[in-house]
């Protein structure tokens, strides 16, 4: 299957600093790329709608000036954590649709975000 | 409302086959059902996905009724590596569409 990788793994961070996550498509192209956010115990929310070369779509309730997203190629889409407070800590996975195949989405393996 | 009822939890012998049922009774005609589990402190892993035939691959089958109101996810030989969160989600095939994740069903598989 199609390969979708995240980085870095795992942070930790002061609050108040911004933090940047990457999500690459690593054997195909993606015009499509979500970010998701799953809580300890809880099930994955989706957060945003990336497509390349546009603005972001945001689900209700997610603050677009805080969590920033740039999808510049139909390999790389970004989600910057601007202005970190500990209850933004969680696990953010993202997922990218193979083009000319929507059937399925393929996820990344996660980031993990501590802010202390 | 959510859009699919699954068990919370459910055991399985290694070794026996799993059976993890989801009732999606409000399920469009557009909607495939998707199927991805995830592993503990890891991305989902897309299992099958299926329109109204049953569907099989290497990893597993996915049976659905002929209503298209439920279906069931059947691991044939449940292996300790299989214990995961499985979610079964619907989905149309359309451009930009997103899996919406509900509560899954927690599968644990002893030896």
């Known amino acids: 299957g199609a390969v979708v990788s995240q980085h870095p793994s795992r942070v930790i961070c002061k609050s108040g600093t911004s933090v940047k996550i990457e999500c690459r498509s690593l054997?195909?192209?993606?015009?499509?790329m979500f970010w998701y956010r799953q809580f300890p115990k809880q099930s994955l929310m989706l957060m945003a709608t990336s497509n390349e070369g546009s603005k972001a779509t945001y689900e209700q309730g997610v603050e677009k000036d805080k969590f920033l997203i740039n999808h510049a190629s139909l390999t790389l889409s970004t989600l910057t954590v601007t202005s970190a407070h500990p209850e933004d800590s969680s696990f953010y996975i993202c997922?990218?649709?193979?083009?000319?195949?929507?059937?399925?989405?393929?996820f990344g393996p996660g980031t993990r975000l501590l802010v202390l | 409302d959510a859009k699919t009822t699954q068990p919370p939890s459910m055991d399985c012998a290694e070794g026996r086959a799993a059976n993890l049922p989801c009732n999606h009774s409000?399920?469009?005609?557009?909607?495939?059902v998707y199927w991805y589990r995830q592993i503990h402190s890891q991305g989902p892993q897309y299992i099958i996905h299926g329109l109204k035939n049953n569907e099989t691959n290497e990893m597993a089958s996915l049976i659905i009724t002929e209503d298209r109101k439920s279906s069931t996810l059947i691991l044939p030989h449940a292996t300790l590596r299989d214990t995961a969160v499985y979610y079964c989600?619907?989905?149309?095939?359309?451009?930009?569409?997103?899996?919406?994740f509900g509560k899954g069903t927690t599968l644990s598989v002893s030896s």
């Open positions: 997922s990218a649709t193979v083009i000319g195949a929507l059937e399925t989405q393929y």
């Open positions: 989600i619907p989905r149309a095939n359309q451009a930009g569409t997103a899996l919406i």
């Open positions: 054997d195909f192209q993606a015009t499509t």
């Open positions: 409000t399920i469009s005609g557009n909607e495939y």
